[in-house]
Nanobody, 123 residues
């Protein structure tokens, strides 16, 4: 499956952005989806994940209550709504797909990765 992340940009602290991940070339509804991010000089870290049907989602503590992950299996898309953004949310955001019904916070559990979209939050 091929993944294409989009929606990044420059936003002021307290603002919102919505990231999209478009999937093609596979059966999207059979993959659990995740979002990860990588800030300059840091390792890629887990942000959020959602199960194949969308009934279960998990979040990193740092984004819980501010970010919402969702998916539209009819449109082969996963979304990440980011509200109340902080400068520390600045990073390249990656979407990833996992050949499993279950969510995972582990980077190594994902089989496919998108190219990343840059989110910059100014103070």
């Amino acid at each position: 499956v091929q993944l294409q992340a989009s929606g990044g940009g420059l936003v002021q602290a307290g603002g919102s952005l919505r990231l999209s991940c478009a999937a093609s070339g596979g059966t999207f509804s059979s993959y659990s989806m995740g979002w990860f991010r990588q800030a300059p000089g840091k390792e890629r870290e887990f942000v959020a994940a959602i199960s194949v049907g969308g009934g279960r989602s998990v979040y990193a503590d740092s984004v819980k209550g501010r970010f919402t992950i969702s998916r539209d299996n009819a449109k082969n898309a996963a979304l990440l709504q980011m509200n109340s953004l902080k400068p520390e949310d600045t990073a390249v955001y990656y979407c990833a797909a996992r050949r499993s019904s279950y969510v995972s916070r582990q980077r190594g559990a994902y089989d496919y990765w998108g190219q990343g979209t840059l989110v910059t939050v100014s103070s």
